[in-house]
């Protein structure tokens, strides 16, 4: 079956990078897209953009556009985001949820998603 | 950017009584070549990923109970949960992708009464 596992919890400093990863399986891993969503404590939810498994293209908000990087490893099923220049209010559990979209369209809504990643920024 | 915007932000309903859970968006999200609106729904329990439950508006993902359904188009939606059962509290979230980004309402917390 489907499965997505995110990377452990992680601490950074105010000004640091993280990098967050999510491992895929169960499914043809090109197949789907994957976005990054994050919620920070006791709030919301806000999407940071999306990544094309196969071209390794991707869609950031605007929010994010100069700290975000969202990368793919096809030969692991993984993808990857990290975000940079990180402040305390970065401090959020991030998720990567999959796309439900089939084909070569994404659709831009999601089925399966992984469990999150807490990140906590700190000094 | 479209602007989500839930009501109420919390909600306590008797167990088997209904719960209705009220969307609105800044612009509409039906898009007019195919006729779909293009919003989701979800749950999230404490501690867990949210959950999908409705998208299209009004289409149910493949093992939600029928006692969810989704209704409305254009800017106005409803989440309704015709018979509220203990498993059922959650924060509950609209989500459009019309258009990028994509945005998410508040969110709205359902308890039991």
């Known amino acids: 079956q489907v499965q997505v596992v995110q990377s452990g919890a992680e601490v950074k400093r105010p000004g640091a990078s993280v990098k967050v990863s999510c491992k895929a399986s169960?499914?043809?891993?090109?197949?789907?897209?994957f976005h990054w969503v994050r919620q920070a404590p006791g709030q919301g939810l806000e999407w940071m953009g999306i990544?094309?498994?196969?071209?390794?293209?991707?869609t950031y908000a605007q929010k994010f556009q100069d700290r975000v990087t969202m990368t793919t490893d096809t030969s692991t099923g993984t993808v990857y985001m990290e975000l940079s220049s990180l402040t305390s209010e970065d401090t959020a559990v991030y998720f990567c949820?999959?796309?439900?979209?089939?084909?070569?369209?994404?659709?831009?809504?999601?089925?399966?998603w992984g469990q999150g990643t807490r990140v906590t920024v700190s000094s | 950017d479209i602007v989500m915007t839930q009501s109420p932000e919390s909600l306590a309903v008797s167990l088997g009584e209904r719960a209705t859970i009220n969307c609105k968006s800044s612009q509409s999200v039906l898009y007019s070549s195919n006729n779909r609106n293009f919003l989701a729904w979800y749950q999230q329990k404490p501690g867990q990923p949210p959950k999908l439950l409705i998208y299209w508006a009004s289409t149910r993902e493949s093992g939600v109970p029928d006692r969810f359904s989704g209704s409305g188009s254009g800017t106005d939606f409803t989440l309704t949960i015709s018979s509220l059962q203990a498993e059922d509290v959650a924060v509950y979230y609209c989500?459009?992708?019309?258009?990028?980004?994509?945005?998410f309402g508040q969110g709205t917390r359902l308890e039991t009464k």
């Open positions: 990544i094309d498994p196969r071209s390794g293209r991707t």
């Open positions: 989500q459009q992708y019309y258009s990028t980004p994509i945005t």
């Open positions: 169960g499914y043809t891993f090109t197949s789907s897209y």
């Open positions: 949820p999959r796309d439900l979209g089939e084909g070569a369209a994404a659709a831009f809504y999601f089925d399966f």
